[in-house]
């Protein structure tokens, strides 16, 4: 099979992060028993999403590790001009909701596959498909592990996040909160009696934005200073509560995203805000011992900080013949397989100002390059 037939069928799978993928899995299963390769599944904790693992060549340390996932994001409320499950070509370009983040990289490691069994592969190729990045890089931190025991130790991580073929060494980490502020209904009139769960929240949300002109304030580290911006951030951009103007809230939801430069220490930055929802949370509770503020942490996804002399980075680097500094804001997981111990970077086709989008694409000469790219990794296992 071409990589191009590989993304139609890798496309063809709806694989949103709220569903299950182990169709998919499935399909690559057999696809790579058809090669004559084995690979090794990780379930996630509901037994409905899988991560797959495998080993091509001889089983000795060293390899190249490409990964990438599995998982899309949704397409409800956009508009397509195709059908989001089918890659249609129009204007050099594959469209379909994958094509770009990520499929189209899942698909290059997968035809590398035949392409690396007839060669005499001194070291191995691997390949890891992880489920549920879209939604918090959740599933790469339950498969590395297993990856590590079972197999030998790639020298060089390559995740395939589009990034134009660039090699992208740095990436800010991050984590949030979803918040339940729960308040105390009342006539507004009496508001004095009654806890208004919006505006505890807007106090929460607003120490937010002090946060972010202190964290701001401060003179960049020379990692922060690659960053634009050049330092940590913390957002909310949903929130939602009440049900009349003249009721004080008695629940607000909201969620509090960071984005934090790597070497920042999250946890540190996940306490401050636990110790302010307590400060909060107690001022509530003199009004009325009811009120309280529930708060569910999310998977911490470290940052990827850029490595001194990293295999990965040499490379890359040395095949795409790019050599300038690229970090980036958003997060993947080639940090988790750095926290991990493996030397990784970010480095695939297409551009990620395609990715979530309606009309998502990769456009063919992206897909093209990142053929190449994978043939020449193949090349390299052989010296
Ligand atoms: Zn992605």
């Given at each position: 099979m071409t990589a191009r037939e590989i993304l139609e069928r890798l496309v063809a799978f709806p694989t949103v992060s709220r569903d299950s993928n182990l169709a998919l899995i499935d399909w690559v299963e057999d696809y790579l028993a058809s090669h004559g390769v084995s690979a090794h599944r990780v379930y996630d904790p509901t037994g409905q999403k899988a991560s797959l693992f495998a080993n091509i060549g001889p089983e000795v340390a060293g390899g190249t590790l490409l990964s990438g996932h599995t998982d899309v994001v949704p397409v409800d409320g956009q508009d397509w001009a195709s059908d989001p499950w089918v890659v249609t070509e129009r204007d050099g370009r594959l469209y379909g909701r994958g094509t770009c983040d990520m499929k189209g990289f899942d698909a290059l490691a997968l035809a590398a596959v035949p392409l690396a069994l007839e060669r005499d592969l001194k070291r191995p190729l691997q390949i890891v498909l992880t489920h549920d990045e879209e939604v918090g890089c959740i599933g790469a931190p339950l498969v590395i592990p297993h990856v590590l025991k079972t197999l030998p130790k790639a020298a060089a991580v390559i995740v395939g996040e589009p990034s134009m073929m660039d090699c992208v060494t740095g990436h800010k980490g991050g984590t949030g909160f979803k918040v339940h502020v729960r308040g105390v209904e009342i006539h507004s009139s009496m508001m004095h009696r009654g806890v208004s769960a919006v505006m505890w929240a807007a106090r929460l949300i607003d120490w937010g934005n002090q946060?972010?002109?202190?964290?701001?304030?401060?003179?960049?580290?020379?990692?922060?200073?690659?960053?634009?911006?050049?330092?940590?951030?913390?957002?909310?951009?949903?929130?939602?509560g009440g049900t009349a103007h003249n009721i004080t809230a008695g629940d607000c939801w909201f969620d509090f995203g960071y984005r934090v430069v790597p070497g920042e220490d999250i946890e540190a930055h996940m306490a401050r805000f636990r110790a302010k929802v307590a400060e909060l949370e107690a001022q509530m509770q003199a009004i009325h011992p009811d009120a309280r503020i529930e708060v569910e942490g999310r998977w911490p996804v470290p940052g990827l900080k850029p490595e001194t002399d990293g295999a990965a980075e040499t490379l890359a680097r040395s095949i795409t013949g790019d050599n300038g500094r690229h970090v980036v804001s958003y997060g993947t997981e080639a940090g988790q397989f750095q926290e991990a111990g493996y030397s990784a970077v970010v480095c695939g086709p297409g551009s990620i100002d395609q990715a979530h989008q309606p009309d998502e694409y990769i456009a063919l000469d992206q897909f093209a390059r990142g053929e190449a790219f994978v043939r020449r990794v193949v090349d390299r296992l052989c010296d």
């Open positions: 946060e972010n002109e202190r964290l701001w304030a401060e003179t960049p580290s020379d990692l922060a200073a690659l960053f634009d911006p050049p330092f940590t951030t913390l957002h909310t951009g949903m929130i939602q």
